[in-house]
């Protein structure tokens, strides 16, 4: 059964790099936060982006793991930004080993994404901005490039001590019936 991992930048309170580095997919998002817990494995096929994240203006360039961007054979770009429109950087040039491997998704999943909570059956119904990693799961839920993976496992989630503007209760919420419904796994639920 092909498993798909997404990897949290939730803080972690034991040793999951093995369930990490044994799928047979690896997303991770943004920065990357945890990776250099060592507690997350290493393994990384798909970097997934917001949209501006990189080029927020007067921002330095943000540093990732050479070994994730080494890694990953694609970079997802999510395009979360539908109030106002954000100046697109030249990701290649500013990431050289992004040449060739990104893909631009457009405000759609960012639609999909305040659809669900919106219309899902959860206490905090919000307007406020989606995660990235809710985003992307929704995409990988959805997206015909994932059909083939039957185990979609979480790890380092945590719902917590993140932006005010993102809606974690509604998030966690919906992620918990997911599980229910049997269309993902949730392991590592960091603290």
């Known amino acids: 059964m092909p498993k798909l991992v997404i990897v949290g930048n939730g803080r972690l309170d034991e040793d999951y790099s093995a369930v990490v580095d044994a799928a047979d997919c690896v997303m991770r998002f943004n920065h990357c936060h945890t990776f250099s817990s060592n507690w997350v494995g290493t393994k990384?096929?798909?970097l997934a982006l917001r949209k501006g994240y990189l080029s927020v203006p007067g921002q330095a360039k943000l540093q990732f793991p050479s070994e994730v961007l080494d890694q990953a054979s694609e970079f997802?770009?999510?395009?979360?930004?539908?109030?106002?429109?954000?100046?697109?950087?030249?990701y290649a040039q500013l990431?050289?080993?992004?040449?060739?491997k990104l893909l631009f998704l457009d405000t759609s999943w960012l639609v999909k994404a305040r659809a669900a909570l919106r219309d899902g059956e959860c206490e905090h119904k919000s307007?406020?901005?989606?995660?990235?990693?809710?985003?992307?799961?929704?995409?990988?839920?959805?997206?015909?490039?994932?059909?083939?993976?039957?185990?979609?496992?979480?790890?380092g989630f945590t719902w917590k001590k993140i932006w005010n503007g993102h809606p974690q209760f509604g998030e966690k919420q919906l992620c918990e019936?997911?599980?229910?419904?049997?269309?993902?796994?949730?392991?590592?639920?960091?603290?």
């Open 95 to 100: 990431y050289p080993q992004m040449a060739g």
């Open 44 to 46: 990384t096929d798909i």
């Open 76 to 90: 997802r770009v999510f395009d979360c930004w539908d109030i106002a429109p954000v100046e697109m950087p030249d």
């Open 177 to 191: 019936q997911l599980a229910k419904d049997g269309k993902i796994t949730l392991v590592a639920l960091s603290s």
């Open 127 to 155: 307007w406020k901005a989606p995660t990235i990693g809710f985003i992307a799961l929704l995409h990988v839920l959805d997206d015909p490039d994932f059909v083939d993976y039957d185990d979609i496992v979480l790890v």
